[in-house]
């Protein structure tokens, strides 16, 4: 079983930055970030895949997240920057092999245990 571990969630201003840090327990992993906001579904964010040459981002964080990746370490990251409102949410870290990522969380077979970000007004 492959667990995965997540960091970085809090409290932040709106236009303050967040870096979320997600490890797992093996290797070889093509990474997607997902959030759920209070009341809503869960929806993807970003994805990676395993060279780290292909990225995606849903729209709404286009310009402002990035995604990234340390193999050596097994480890993904998503870095915030200008934060909103809006991107209040528990984030999930999701791993699953193969080359490229998805934005379908269905694909994910692993999980990360959520980590909240709050970015007040």
């Known amino acids: 079983q492959v667990q995965l571990v997540e960091s970085g969630g809090g409290l932040v201003q709106a236009g303050d930055s967040l870096r979320l840090t997600c490890t797992a327990s093996?290797?070889?992993?093509?990474w997607g970030w997902f959030r759920q906001a209070p009341g809503k579904e869960r929806e993807f964010v970003a994805s990676i895949s395993w060279t780290g040459t292909m990225t995606n981002y849903t729209d709404s964080v286009k310009g402002r997240f990035t995604i990234s990746r340390d193999n050596a370490k097994n480890t993904v990251y998503l870095q915030m920057d200008s934060l909103k409102p809006e991107d209040t949410a528990v984030y999930y870290c999701?791993?699953?092999?193969?080359?490229?990522?998805?934005?379908?969380?269905?694909?994910?077979?692993?999980w990360g245990q959520g980590t909240r970000v709050t970015v007040s007004s």
């Open positions: 093996r290797s070889r992993n093509t």
């Open positions: 999701a791993a699953r092999s193969g080359w490229a990522g998805s934005t379908w969380a269905e694909e994910y077979p692993y």
